[in-house]
Nanobody, 116 residues
Framework: QVQLVESGGGLVQPGGSLRLSCAAS????????MSWYRQAPGKERELVAS????????NYADSAKGRFTISRDNAKNTVYLQMNSLKPGDTAVYYC?????????WGQGTQVTVSS
């Protein structure tokens, strides 16, 4: 079965960096686009970034442009989100997601807290 396991979250000071990882299994990872979403307390889940199956095309939410970078290693079945210049407004649970045969699959999420 499809499994997505996020890691790399934590507490970081404003201006700091984190790299999130999402390890995938149970499907042909290299054939599917992947996305990172986040959900802050009291807010709806929002798309942060996405990457196509080969990694050739990436897209970012306006809030992430210039600060976050999505990448993937198809040999390791892993997608990453490098987050730089973090702000308190980036505090959220971050989820990776894929869509396979019209069904969305989500990881359990990893908490990112940006605070001094």
């Amino acid at each position: 079965q499809v499994q997505l396991v996020e890691s790399g979250g934590g507490l970081v000071q404003p201006g700091g960096s984190l790299r999130l990882s999402c390890a995938a299994s149970g499907f042909t990872f290299s054939s599917y686009s992947m996305s990172w979403y986040r959900q802050a307390p009291g807010k709806e889940r929002e798309l942060v970034a996405s990457i196509t199956s080969t990694g050739g095309t990436t897209n970012y939410a306006d809030s992430a442009k210039g600060r976050f970078t999505i990448s993937r290693d198809n040999a390791k079945n892993t997608v990453y989100l490098q987050m730089n210049s973090l702000k308190p407004g980036d505090t959220a649970v971050y989820y990776c997601k894929t869509r396979r045969w019209g069904v969305d699959y989500w990881g359990q999420g990893t908490q990112v807290t940006v605070s001094s």
